[in-house]
């Protein structure tokens, strides 16, 4: 390749090397940066034979382009050899300045390793620095940081001597830029790389915004996207024109509101209390016109990008048919077919939620009840007999023994001294140990005369003392018999419904006035005295007699009320059966003809 004497001859080298190296930064891809760093080496370095053998992932390399013979390359091409024999290969020889040399009188051990290898027999070298087919040049590429690339061997200067230290330093300089060219080639690779995944990705982003547009433009029920977290949390970003049409608003109107400003205000709790995340409930929406429409709202959180903000997706569903079925079935249920009035369990429903197991004292004041808290308190004994509804006798006096069911040793379970220091006593349901057994003592889990349940007591029957209370009005129709008997079911029923239309006319706001089978109706008035009750039964009996007209006749019927009242310690059944015999004490008490009206 060389004469060193001549200084022509190695700037012609170097010029050929210059053009070479040019070479490597033309190719497009790193397997055309391969194939030119070896084509370079065999048409500008003088080298008959050149292989790159390239490192993989895995730390193996293999052969990836070979220059010089096409036989040679079709048999070792794609050829893999372990990183140990070639490390075992770099460190043999002779070091030239980074190259690596290992003569023929070495390198017949490496015969037998797994490295891909293409030599050719020969004599031995005629004199010294003549080149053996067996021998073996190596030229390390190293990327920036130390890491080796790859290796270049060659095979056969043309000159067929061994290169002296001149064709050494061109070859090591181009093994330099080879590196660099190749890393480069790499670096474009991963690029390209990156580029057509990020299109691909953005691609199916596209794709996918835009199956999500079309998924919720044209959804069959309502969609909303929503703010979450700072100042506009909950305010609504999107909306679909099925929330639009269900809500008879447009989409920026609907931008001006937060599903807080849309909902019922009986139902802001439940909206409150909805989960963001697979959060369901369901409310009410306010619609355009001031109507409300029952819906159903499911929730979920969707992150615009990895760390980006995060929005609230709202499923809205019309569920206004299925609420008012559902209401339908619960007011059949709950009301007479015939009268629309309560019926008999939901009348049972409504006076139960009234009553509680304690009994109260009927006589004590606000300020008896303050008083007698506090004397429970202050570890003071005694109190005083109070009496309830029928003459319902509560005893609790400490220590001693007491009727219906108070034990004579003042035990309830609670110890000697019950609760808060307070004697225990048990109610007349014996000592379970339940606040509200207890008579008139204010209970450690209810705050006593400051609990949410109000207790209901009787008004004396004898004298007007003030005391007010639940009236339980129970009405039996008198001659409703024979009217049925006489014009048939049809004007009986008729009949009824007038009835339930007058009583309900003759009551309060919030009084309740319920059906509870037959000829017999209910009506509950809270709030009253004992003449209040009584008034009040006199007017709904002269309501009921006036004829009433059914297909062109006139029928009559009359009315005996009794008046019981709810207390709390009696259950639901023991306060209509009191109005029940009082009612028919009433009846008895009256001839027939005064009772009969039809």
Same mark, same amino acid.
């Given at each position: 390749m060389e004469t060193e004497s001549e $200084?022509?001859? &190695?700037?012609?080298?170097?010029?050929?090397?210059?053009?070479?190296? =040019?070479e490597l930064n033309t190719a497009r891809s790193l397997a055309d940066t391969l194939q030119t760093v070896v084509d370079g080496i065999v048409v500008g370095l003088g080298y008959e034979l050149a292989c790159v053998n390239l490192v993989r992932p895995d730390g193996d390399l293999v052969v990836a382009a070979f220059a010089g013979d096409p036989a040679a390359e079709a048999l070792i091409t794609g050829r893999v050899g372990s990183r140990s024999s070639w490390e075992r290969r770099l460190t043999m020889g002779e070091n030239w300045d980074g190259l690596r040399f290992i003569p023929h009188t070495e390198g017949w051990i490496l015969l037998e390793d797994d490295v891909p290898q293409w030599h050719?027999? *020969?004599?031995?070298?005629?004199?010294?620095?003549?080149?053996?087919?067996?021998?073996?040049?190596?030229?390390?590429?190293?990327?920036?940081? %130390?890491?080796?690339?790859?290796?270049? +061997?060659?095979?056969? $200067?043309?000159?067929?001597?061994? $290169? !002296? =230290?001149?064709?050494?330093?061109?070859?090591?300089?181009?093994?330099?830029?080879? =590196?660099?060219?190749?890393?480069?080639?790499?670096?474009?690779?991963?690029?390209?790389?990156a580029l057509v995944r990020l299109e691909r990705e953005q691609q199916a982003l596209r794709a996918s915004e835009e199956s999500f547009r079309q998924a919720f433009e044209y959804a069959p029920s309502g969609m909303a996207i929503a703010e979450m977290g700072g100042d506009q949390h909950g305010r609504l970003l999107r909306t679909n024109d099925a929330l639009c049409r269900l809500? %008879?608003?447009?989409?920026?109107?609907?931008? &001006?509101? +937060?599903?807080?400003?849309?909902?019922h205000p009986e139902d802001i709790g439940t909206l409150l209390r909805t989960s963001a995340e697979g959060g369901r409930a369901e409310l009410r929406l306010g619609r355009r016109d001031g109507t409300y429409v029952w819906v159903s709202l499911r929730n979920s959180v969707v992150a615009d990008a990895a760390d980006g903000p995060r929005f609230l997706l709202t499923h809205v569903e019309d569920i206004e048919e299925r609420k008012r079925h559902e209401l339908q079935l619960a007011h059949r249920a709950s009301h007479d077919s015939l009268t629309g009035l309560p019926n008999s369990a939901e009348l049972r429903s409504r006076l139960a939620a009234r009553l509680c197991r304690r009994p109260q004292s009927v006589r004590a004041t606000a300020v008896e009840a303050l008083d007698a808290a506090f004397e429970g308190r202050d570890g003071r004994e005694g109190y005083d007999v109070r009496v309830g509804h029928d003459g319902y006798e509560v005893r609790a006096e400490a220590g !001693? %023994? *007491?009727?219906?069911?108070?034990?004579?040793? !003042?035990?309830?379970?609670?110890?000697a001294n019950g609760i808060n220091g307070v004697n225990g006593v048990n109610g007349p349901h014996g000592g379970s140990g339940d606040p509200y057994e207890y008579a008139g003592v204010p209970s450690a889990r209810t705050d006593g005369p400051y609990d949410h349940h109000v207790h209901m007591v009787a008004p004396a029957t004898d004298v007007d003392d003030g005391t007010k209370g639940l009236a339980v009005?129970?009405?039996?129709?008198? *001659?409703?018999? +024979?009217?049925?008997?006489?014009?048939g079911h049809h004007t009986g029923d008729a009949v009824l419904i007038e009835v339930a239309r007058r009583l309900t006319t003759g009551v309060r706001d919030g009084d309740t006035v319920a059906r509870l089978g *037959?000829?017999?109706?209910?009506?509950?008035?809270? %709030?009253?005295?004992?003449?209040d009750a009584a008034d009040l039964a006199v007017r709904l009996r002269n309501a009921i007699i006036p004829p009433i007209r059914v297909d062109g006749r006139a029928v009559r019927v009359g009315a005996s009320f009794g008046i019981g009242w709810a207390s709390c310690g009696m259950s639901a059944d023991e306060v209509l059966r009191s109005a029940d015999q009082r009612m028919y004490i009433e009846?008895?008490?009256?001839?027939?003809?005064?009772?009969?009206?039809g």
């Open positions: $200084p022509y001859v &190695r700037l012609a080298t170097l010029r050929q090397l210059h053009r070479v190296v =040019a050719t027999d *020969g004599p031995d070298p005629r004199f010294e620095d003549e080149w053996h087919p067996e021998d073996r040049l190596y030229a390390p590429m190293y990327a920036s940081g %130390g890491e080796l690339l790859g290796v270049i +061997s060659v095979d056969r $200067p043309r000159n067929g001597r061994r $290169p !002296g =230290a001149w064709g050494r330093e061109a070859l090591q300089m181009y093994a330099f830029q080879a =590196a660099i060219a190749i890393s480069n080639a790499r670096l474009r690779a991963n690029m390209q790389r809500l %008879g608003r447009p989409a920026s109107v609907l931008r &001006r509101y +937060s599903f807080s400003d849309l909902v !001693g %023994g *007491g009727e219906h069911g108070f034990p004579s040793d !003042g035990s309830d379970g609670h110890g009005l129970f009405c039996d129709l008198d *001659g409703f018999k +024979s009217i049925n008997d006489r014009f *037959g000829d017999e109706f209910v009506v509950l008035a809270d %709030g009253l005295g004992a003449a009846k008895r008490s009256r001839s027939k003809t005064h009772r009969r009206a």
